[in-house]
């Protein structure tokens, strides 16, 4: 500990002389003498052009039937906003993947705003309670602090009311002079990031316009929402993978430590109106309890308020768990996270739900009243402005909350943060990294996390010895006694989850999402846990440089390169996104093959790999349905795309199928295998989501550079038992005995994956078909199966 031991004094010092500075700053406008300089501010505001209602730029109101606008229109809006009014301002953050403006908009009261560098400074002095050690100093700051409430919206594309609720709440703020809004504007500071996914926002929105009128209208878009990752895109919040990700996690999360965070969502058109928190079980168990209570309280405050106010429909505690970090980075950061979800129409085509159409669901039945839904909706038709009154009401409502608690939610933050940097008895000291004998890439993609994560990571000074093992000087060491310790824990210690059921002994609780999120396997670098303190001194904490991501032979193309096909469904998956950002960050050339090039044939002469991502064998034979879309898009891979497959493997190409694929190509290339998984209800097998164990045999050419154990990410795959042992290639399997195998995750019913197959090569004609079981390449996180993708791509070379 000699050196961190050390740094402290001379940091505390400059601290306190920040605090000072700070306080004078911050006190320099107190509440009374900005109310008196509210009539000067009045005067100025005169001179400045009107503040523009949306309807003004937009041509029509938030939320009017069957219109949707491009970003472009949006971003003029708040532009416009933030040049009209004193209490708005506009940042530009960066750019998205396709070059969009990602922009955030402050909005507080005109003194708030002038001061914003102070405040955000007090900010940083909350968020890192090592910094403040003085509890009348830190008193202080607590009343004086403003709570920064940061209101994210339409990550996902097609739920369209969060283009334009956004808009209404930023208005609301910048025009009404009542006292609830004023006492917002002067206890909050709002950060408003209009959209988390604006290429989103304009692909979507040209699709609606552009099928108007026609059998398409309100249907979802035939490309990805988001180039790479579609909806997963709010599943990135512990990998960091995608430009839009880093902005709003290194610019805004890493910058200002919002205390509040409140994500606008829409769920399905059957069951509530509108979600808001508490949350259904389980919860992650590293998230601090007093954040999960802070979550039920404003969720609750959420449906209190809105109930009051004569809305219907308001469920709480359904649906919706907080168990992914992925969803949920403001857990492991200090911040309540409050998620809603608002019932959708067709896009922006209204819909009716006549009562009885309405749908039970986990915890919630819209038909009936109870404690956790009290007013059911009546039903009837159901709009987009029902959409964005929902929406907005939901902000409002919190924000009122907030702006009346403000002191008890800097508080609340502060407390999570403290424990957290005090350490909680029960957790480890530190985890321990070492540097020898791990691969590079790997361990320099979890370094560049835990930056983007605000986790700080230390390097051991000399030697020292951890049970048997012996460490070296630049071993890396997160110690657990940190502001964000949490993150680093969820992440870095091996996780089961809960054996949650409908009933006693019945079938299991679907979760939300995944149930595994282990980045030590998913990346496969070691990292071991030290309960007590190292006997060894630790640098101040480091920040290497970022890995370059290259397969050799693969990466950057060239002669005698791999011709590479992937192919691009019109009945759009994630996993065709994701293979795609994993060729395009190691820089390994390919082509987009879409139906029709499919289905010309003649594939051979063009390609000599094809990547067929995880889909249904249902939705690659078939595709979209002539019934809503036009034909340009319709009808899948069909017969002569089948066809073209065959005769391209039986010319000598190579196949690879991913994971829910791999059913397709056993069936359309007559495969001599079969899938020990089908038919089996999930009573009997349940894997939803999970890091499984795998055994490779190394001796194979797709195996070459790999360990005998890796993991596989287990996820709707098949698991393979070979009908004809001469034309299968076994490469990959489960451990035979049931106990061995999961990893990380739940796992039911683990004796159906025993022994069986999970990654083959098969023979047919001069080419071959190679199985993956699994997702190689999942949500471009699981990095230590990489090269098994990548050995199937390099062997294709003919
Ligand atoms: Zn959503």
Same mark, same amino acid.
């Given at each position: 500990?000699?050196?961190?031991?050390?740094?402290?004094?001379?940091?505390?010092?400059?601290?306190?002389?920040?605090?000072?500075?700070?306080?004078?700053?911050?006190?320099?406008?107190?509440?009374?003498?900005?109310?008196?300089?509210?009539?000067?501010?009045?005067?100025?505001?005169?001179?400045?052009?009107?503040?523009?209602?949306?309807?003004?730029?937009?041509?029509?109101?938030?939320?009017?039937?069957?219109?949707?606008?491009?970003?472009?229109?949006?971003? =003029?809006?708040?532009?416009?906003?933030?040049?009209?009014?004193?209490?708005? &301002?506009? =940042?530009?953050?960066? =750019?998205?993947?396709?070059?969009?403006?990602?922009?955030?908009?402050?909005?507080?009261?005109?003194?708030?705003?002038? &001061?914003?560098?102070?405040? =955000?400074?007090?900010?940083?002095?909350?968020?890192?309670?090592?910094?403040?050690?003085?509890?009348?100093?830190?008193?202080?700051?607590?009343?004086?602090?403003?709570?920064?409430?940061?209101?994210?919206?339409?990550?996902?594309?097609?739920?369209?009311?969060?283009?334009?609720?956004?808009?209404?709440?930023?208005?609301?703020?910048?025009?009404?002079?009542?006292?609830?809004?004023?006492?917002?504007?002067?206890?909050?500071?709002?950060?408003?990031?209009?959209?988390?996914?604006?290429?989103?926002?304009?692909?979507?929105?040209?699709?609606?316009?552009?099928?108007?009128?026609?059998?398409?209208?309100?249907?979802?878009?035939?490309?990805?929402?988001? #180039?790479?990752?579609?909806?997963?895109?709010?599943?990135?919040?512990?990998?960091?993978?995608?430009?839009?990700?880093?902005?709003?996690?290194?610019?805004?999360?890493?910058?200002?430590?919002?205390?509040?965070?409140?994500?606008? #969502?829409?769920?399905?058109?059957?069951?509530?109106?509108?979600?808001?928190?508490?949350?259904?079980?389980?919860?992650?168990?590293?998230?601090?309890?007093?954040?999960?209570?802070?979550?039920?309280?404003?969720?609750?405050?959420?449906?209190?308020?809105?109930?009051?106010?004569?809305?219907?429909?308001?469920? +709480?505690?359904?649906?919706?768990?907080?168990?992914?970090?992925?969803?949920?980075?403001?857990?492991?950061?200090?911040?309540?996270?409050?998620?809603?979800?608002?019932?959708?129409?067709?896009?922006?085509?209204?819909?009716?739900?006549?009562?009885?159409?309405?749908?039970?669901?986990?915890?919630?039945?819209?038909?009936?009243?109870?404690?956790?839904?009290?007013?059911?909706?009546?039903?009837?038709?159901?709009?987009?402005?029902?959409?964005?009154?929902?929406?907005?009401?939901?902000?409002?409502?919190?924000?009122? #909350?907030?702006?009346?608690?403000?002191?008890?939610?800097?508080?609340?933050?502060?407390?999570?943060?403290?424990?957290?940097?005090?350490?909680?008895?029960?957790?480890?000291?530190?985890?321990?990294?070492?540097?020898?004998?791990?691969?590079?890439?790997?361990?320099?993609?979890?370094?560049?996390?835990?930056?983007?994560?605000?986790?700080?990571?230390?390097?051991?000074?000399?030697?020292?010895?951890?049970?048997? /093992?012996?460490?070296?000087?630049?071993?890396?060491?997160?110690?657990? &006694?940190?502001?964000?310790?949490?993150?680093?824990?969820?992440?870095?210690?091996?996780?089961?989850?809960?054996?949650?059921?409908?009933?006693?002994?019945?079938?299991?609780?679907?979760?939300?999402?995944?149930?595994?999120?282990?980045?030590?396997?998913?990346?496969?670098?070691?990292?071991?846990?030290?309960?007590?303190?190292?006997?060894?001194?630790?640098?101040?904490?480091?920040?290497?440089?970022?890995?370059?991501? $290259?397969?050799?032979?693969?990466?950057?193309?060239?002669?005698?390169?791999?011709?590479?096909?992937?192919?691009?469904?019109?009945?759009?998956?994630?996993?065709?996104?994701?293979? &795609?950002?994993?060729?395009?960050?190691?820089?390994?050339?390919?082509?987009?093959? +879409?139906?029709?090039?499919? $289905?010309?044939?003649?594939?051979?002469?063009?390609?000599?790999?094809?990547?067929?991502?995880?889909?249904?064998?249902?939705?690659?034979?078939?595709?979209?349905?002539?019934?809503?879309?036009?034909?340009?898009?319709?009808?899948?891979?069909?017969? *002569?795309?089948?066809?073209?497959?065959?005769?391209?493997?039986?010319?000598?190409?190579?196949?690879?199928?991913?994971?829910?694929?791999?059913?397709?190509?056993?069936?359309?290339?007559?495969?001599?295998?079969?899938?020990?998984?089908?038919?089996?209800?999930?009573?009997?097998?349940?894997?939803?989501?999970?890091?499984?164990?795998?055994?490779?045999?190394?001796?194979?050419?797709?195996?070459?550079?790999?360990?005998?154990?890796?993991?596989?990410?287990?996820?709707?795959?098949?698991?393979? /038992?070979?009908?004809?042992?001469?034309?299968?290639?076994?490469?990959?399997?489960?451990?035979?005995? *049931?106990?061995? +195998?999961?990893?990380?995750?739940?796992?039911?019913?683990?004796? #159906?994956?025993?022994?069986?197959?999970?990654?083959?090569?098969?023979? $047919?004609?001069?080419?071959?078909?190679?199985?993956?079981?699994?997702?190689?390449?999942?949500?471009?996180?699981?990095?230590?199966?990489?090269?098994?993708?990548?050995?199937?791509?390099?062997?294709?070379?003919?």
């Amino acid at each position: 500990m000699g050196l961190v031991a050390s740094v402290v004094p001379d940091r505390e010092a400059v601290v306190r002389r920040l605090i000072f500075a700070l306080l004078v700053a911050v006190a320099a406008v107190p509440p009374l003498i900005a109310q008196q300089r509210r009539p000067a501010q009045r005067t100025a505001a005169h001179r400045r052009p009107p503040v523009p209602t949306p309807a003004s730029i937009l041509g029509f109101e938030p939320g009017a039937e069957r219109r949707l606008v491009d970003w472009d229109p949006i971003v =003029r809006y708040f532009r416009t906003l933030g040049s009209t009014s004193d209490r708005v &301002r506009v =940042r530009e953050l960066g =750019r998205t993947t396709n070059g969009a403006a990602f922009i955030a908009v402050f909005i507080s009261s005109p003194a708030n705003l002038a &001061r914003l560098d102070a405040l =955000r400074d007090v900010q940083r002095l909350l968020a890192d309670p090592r910094l403040v050690r003085d509890s009348a100093a830190r008193e202080v700051l607590l009343r004086r602090g403003k709570v920064f409430v940061l209101i994210t919206s339409s990550i996902h594309s097609t739920e369209v009311g969060g283009f334009f609720s956004p808009l209404d709440v930023a208005h609301r703020l910048a025009t009404d002079t009542s006292s609830g809004i004023r006492s917002i504007l002067d206890n909050a500071v709002v950060i408003l990031v209009p959209s988390l996914n604006p290429d989103g926002v304009t692909i979507v929105s040209r699709w609606y316009n552009q099928t108007l009128g026609s059998n398409a209208e309100g249907t979802s878009p035939p490309e990805l929402y988001h #180039h790479y990752t579609g909806h997963d895109d709010n599943r990135d919040w512990y990998a960091f993978t995608q430009a839009e990700t880093r902005l709003v996690v290194d610019s805004l999360y890493g910058v200002w430590h919002p205390q509040v965070t409140l994500d606008l #969502h829409q769920q399905g058109r059957f069951g509530s109106r509108i979600f808001v928190p508490p949350y259904m079980n389980p919860a992650e168990p590293n998230v601090d309890p007093l954040l999960l209570q802070g979550d039920n309280a404003l969720g609750l405050a959420i449906a209190w308020r809105m109930t009051a106010d004569g809305f219907t429909g308001v469920a +709480v505690n359904s649906l919706y768990d907080a168990w992914t970090p992925a969803r949920a980075f403001q857990h492991y950061h200090g911040a309540v996270r409050i998620l809603t979800e608002t019932a959708s129409a067709n896009l922006a085509t209204s819909v009716t739900v006549p009562a009885e159409s309405l749908e039970a669901g986990l915890g919630v039945d819209p038909r009936t009243p109870s404690w956790n839904f009290v007013a059911p909706w009546p039903g009837g038709a159901w709009t987009l402005a029902d959409i964005v009154r929902y929406q907005t009401a939901s902000a409002m409502a919190l924000l009122d #909350h907030v702006a009346r608690n403000r002191e008890q939610w800097l508080r609340t933050s502060w407390q999570v943060l403290e424990r957290a940097a005090r350490g909680w008895p029960d957790w480890p000291y530190a985890f321990v990294i070492p540097t020898a004998g791990q691969n590079e890439m790997a361990l320099g993609t979890l370094l560049e996390i835990l930056r983007h994560a605000q986790v700080e990571v230390r390097a051991a000074l000399g030697s020292f010895t951890l049970g048997f /093992e012996r460490f070296f000087p630049g071993t890396y060491v997160v110690v657990l &006694r940190q502001p964000y310790a949490a993150f680093a824990k969820a992440l870095l210690e091996r996780e089961l989850y809960p054996d949650l059921r409908q009933y006693p002994g019945g079938p299991p609780q679907r979760p939300y999402d995944v149930t595994a999120h282990d980045l030590a396997l998913l990346l496969g670098v070691r990292v071991l846990a030290a309960a007590d303190s190292l006997p060894v001194g630790l640098s101040a904490p480091v920040a290497p440089r970022p890995p370059l991501y $290259r397969v050799p032979g693969l990466s950057g193309g060239g002669p005698g390169v791999v011709r590479l096909g992937v192919y691009r469904s019109y009945a759009t998956t994630m996993d065709e996104g994701w293979t &795609r950002w994993t060729l395009d960050s190691f820089g390994v050339p390919y082509e987009s093959l +879409v139906d029709s090039t499919l $289905r010309a044939g003649n594939l051979a002469a063009r390609f000599d790999a094809i990547i067929l991502p995880s889909e249904n064998a249902r939705a690659l034979l078939d595709g979209l349905s002539a019934r809503r879309y036009p034909a340009r898009w319709t009808g899948g891979i069909g017969a *002569p795309g089948v066809q073209a497959l065959r005769d391209f493997v039986d010319a000598g190409g190579t196949l690879i199928a991913l994971n829910e694929a791999c059913n397709f190509a056993i069936g359309a290339l007559e495969l001599p295998v079969s899938d020990a998984l089908s038919d089996l209800p999930p009573g009997d097998f349940y894997a939803p989501g999970s890091i499984l164990r795998l055994q490779l045999d190394t001796a194979q050419a797709l195996a070459e550079g790999m360990p005998p154990q890796t993991i596989a990410w287990f996820e709707s795959g098949p698991a393979f /038992e070979a009908r004809d042992p001469t034309r299968v290639r076994i490469v990959g399997r489960f451990p035979a005995d *049931p106990g061995d +195998v999961l990893l990380s995750g739940w796992l039911l019913g683990a004796s #159906h994956l025993a022994g069986k197959a999970a990654l083959v090569e098969v023979r $047919r004609g001069r080419g071959r078909v190679i199985l993956f079981g699994f997702r190689p390449q999942y949500r471009g996180q699981s990095l230590t199966t990489y090269p098994l993708l990548f050995n199937a791509i390099k062997t294709s070379a003919r």
